[in-house]
């Protein structure tokens, strides 16, 4: 988290400096996506009129995080979030609901200080595949006109276009809010339009991005709660013992699930590996051997952090070594079936009863395809066949199962590999940032 305002330490005011430590807990975090403080929801919803206006106004907050309580009071109801469905925002959630304060907190019990959840969520499933500003609204604001328009959530609350967008936002203080007169080509008001950012010494922003683009912006990340109790940051070392807590898939041969449940301490709870679907049969032999180079390189070379093409990216954690070699037999099995068409199984026709001829209609016959080669001890990545239910044979034509809607997408095809970009960086896991402060002069 970066936070740009003044800071207080040993009797002295320090101004434009960066607040990295701070921390935040599965509640915490819930708070700030269920619009449950002040600044962030209808006024009218009586039950949460006790809430604070801020985070910074939460005793949860300033107890786990004394400093700020030196500070000016940091306007930050809400956190800056992509806009769109996205597994990492179920990751986070599963995040959250692992923890029982936090799931008990988002189901309507309050926390120790009375503090409720805005009650829009309350009622909602959980987990979510995106981060929903549910409760809509609008108040009166006036334009440059001197006149009132409406003013509602989306307007106070925007979402940004995606993770990368959010980090570069709030790297610059802006939380893109929509307070600025909006008009048409003949000057009639039509609405808002994006502000200014926050100004220089007075901001705070928090956001919902991933690691590598942190990096790359110089925003400091928050020490987020695990199951242990720990408050952890991401690093190569905390990433690289949150894979150490994952489990196998049961549904995707060869995937890792994030394991929200473990205690290991040393684990940073949002790690995730990132993975790539292909199907060879649907590609050339020469695009297997450029895919195979390409998983082959990524494995070995390509885990060398660096800014320099080629390397890893900073923010991305190198894969372990049994990560690395399942990468290069998913190669090797890509190169070794591209372009190369499975038989289907063959079909048999019926004899008609009493002479003359077939009928043409396909009757169940057993399937003459050959045996899948002993592959060793190489992972099976095929998903397999569905086993057929209801009454009678199924008409023995070939398999096929067309990909269903969201989310899983083209884990659902053959082969699923584990793209060896590294570990929990961009798009890897949502990190929470916060920036807030005083531009250096000349500098920013």
Same mark, same amino acid.
């Given at each position: 988290?970066?936070?740009?305002?003044?800071?207080?330490?040993?009797?002295?005011?320090?101004?434009?400096?960066?607040?990295?430590?701070?921390?935040?807990?599965?509640?915490?975090?819930?708070?700030?996506?269920?619009?449950?403080?002040?600044?962030?929801?209808?006024?009218?919803?009586? #039950?949460?009129?006790?809430?604070?206006?801020? !985070?910074?106004?939460?005793?949860?907050? *300033?107890?786990?995080?004394?400093?700020?309580?030196?500070?000016?009071?940091?306007? !930050?109801?809400?956190?800056?979030?992509?806009?769109?469905?996205?597994?990492?925002?179920?990751?986070?959630?599963?995040?959250?609901?692992?923890?029982?304060?936090?799931?008990?907190?988002?189901?309507?019990?309050?926390?120790?200080?009375?503090?409720?959840?805005?009650?829009?969520?309350?009622?909602?499933?959980?987990?979510?595949?995106?981060?929903?500003?549910?409760?809509?609204?609008? *108040?009166?604001?006036?334009?440059?006109?001197?006149?009132?328009?409406?003013?509602?959530?989306?307007?106070?609350?925007?979402?940004?276009?995606?993770?990368?967008? #959010?980090?570069?936002?709030?790297?610059?203080?802006?939380?893109?809010?929509?307070?600025?007169?909006?008009?048409?080509?003949?000057?009639?008001?039509?609405?808002?339009?994006? %502000?200014?950012?926050?100004? /220089? %010494?007075?901001?705070?922003?928090?956001?919902?991005?991933?690691?590598?683009?942190?990096?790359?912006?110089?925003?400091?990340?928050?020490?987020?709660?695990?199951?242990?109790?720990?408050?952890?940051?991401?690093? #190569?070392?905390?990433?690289?013992?949150?894979?150490?807590?994952?489990?196998?898939?049961?549904?995707?041969?060869?995937?890792?699930?994030?394991?929200?449940?473990?205690?290991?301490?040393?684990?940073?709870?949002?790690?995730?590996?990132?993975?790539?679907?292909?199907?060879?049969?649907? !590609?050339?032999?020469?695009?297997?051997?450029?895919?195979?180079?390409?998983?082959?390189?990524?494995?070995?070379?390509?885990?060398?952090?660096?800014?320099?093409?080629?390397?890893?990216?900073?923010?991305?954690?190198?894969? /372990?070594?049994?990560?690395?070699?399942?990468?290069?037999?998913?190669?090797?099995? !890509?190169?070794?079936?591209?372009?190369? @068409?499975?038989?289907?199984?063959?079909?048999?026709?019926?004899? /008609? @009863?009493?002479?003359?001829?077939?009928?043409?209609?396909?009757?169940?016959?057993?399937?003459?395809?050959?045996?899948?080669?002993?592959? %060793?001890?190489?992972?099976?990545?095929?998903?397999?066949?569905?086993?057929?239910?209801?009454?009678?044979?199924?008409?023995?034509?070939?398999?096929?199962?067309?990909?269903?809607?969201?989310?899983?997408?083209?884990?659902?095809?053959?082969? *699923?590999?584990?793209?060896?970009?590294?570990?929990?960086?961009?798009?890897?896991?949502? *990190?929470?940032?916060?920036?807030?402060?005083?531009?250096?002069?000349?500098?920013?």
């Amino acid at each position: 988290m970066a936070v740009r305002l003044r800071r207080h330490r040993r009797g002295t005011v320090t101004r434009g400096r960066r607040l990295a430590d701070l921390k935040l807990t599965p509640r915490l975090v819930a708070k700030l996506l269920t619009q449950s403080y002040l600044s962030g929801a209808d006024l009218n919803r009586t #039950t949460i009129r006790g809430n604070p206006q801020t !985070i910074s106004s939460d005793p949860e907050f *300033i107890q786990l995080n004394p400093d700020f309580a030196k500070q000016l009071n940091l306007p !930050i109801g809400d956190m800056l979030v992509p806009l769109g469905q996205t597994d990492l925002a179920t990751r986070l959630w599963q995040w959250i609901l692992a923890d029982s304060e936090a799931k008990a907190f988002l189901t309507g019990s309050p926390d120790p200080w009375g503090m409720k959840v805005n009650p829009v969520y309350a009622s909602q499933s959980w987990p979510q595949d995106n981060f929903p500003k549910s409760d809509l609204y609008c *108040i009166a604001l006036r334009a440059d006109d001197q006149k009132d328009h409406d003013w509602c959530t989306l307007d106070m609350h925007p979402y940004a276009n995606n993770m990368h967008d #959010t980090a570069r936002y709030a790297a610059r203080g802006d939380t893109l809010v929509r307070n600025a007169t909006s008009r048409d080509a003949v000057g009639a008001v039509i609405g808002w339009k994006k %502000g200014a950012p926050q100004a /220089p %010494g007075k901001r705070a922003v928090l956001a919902v991005t991933d690691v590598a683009t942190a990096d790359r912006y110089g925003l400091p990340m928050a020490q987020l709660r695990n199951k242990a109790g720990a408050f952890v940051a991401p690093s #190569t070392a905390s990433l690289v013992a949150g894979v150490t807590t994952m489990t196998q898939s049961k549904t995707v041969p060869n995937v890792l699930e994030p394991n929200p449940a473990s205690t290991n301490a040393a684990a940073y709870p949002l790690t995730t590996v990132v993975y790539a679907g292909t199907v060879p049969a649907a !590609i050339t032999a020469e695009a297997g051997a450029d895919y195979a180079d390409l998983l082959r390189y990524a494995a070995a070379d390509g885990q060398t952090p660096g800014v320099h093409p080629g390397t890893l990216p900073y923010g991305y954690a190198p894969m /372990p070594e049994a990560l690395r070699a399942l990468t290069v037999r998913a190669a090797t099995q !890509i190169q070794e079936n591209a372009g190369k @068409v499975p038989t289907p199984a063959a079909v048999a026709t019926t004899t /008609p @009863v009493g002479g003359g001829s077939a009928t043409g209609v396909p009757a169940p016959a057993k399937s003459t395809a050959a045996a899948a080669p002993d592959t %060793g001890d190489k992972p099976s990545l095929a998903v397999p066949a569905a086993t057929p239910t209801g009454h009678g044979s199924p008409v023995p034509v070939a398999q096929t199962n067309p990909t269903p809607g969201h989310p899983v997408g083209n884990l659902r095809y053959a082969l *699923i590999v584990a793209l060896a970009v590294g570990l929990a960086a961009a798009l890897a896991g949502p *990190i929470f940032l916060l920036r807030a402060g005083r531009a250096r002069r000349g500098g920013r």
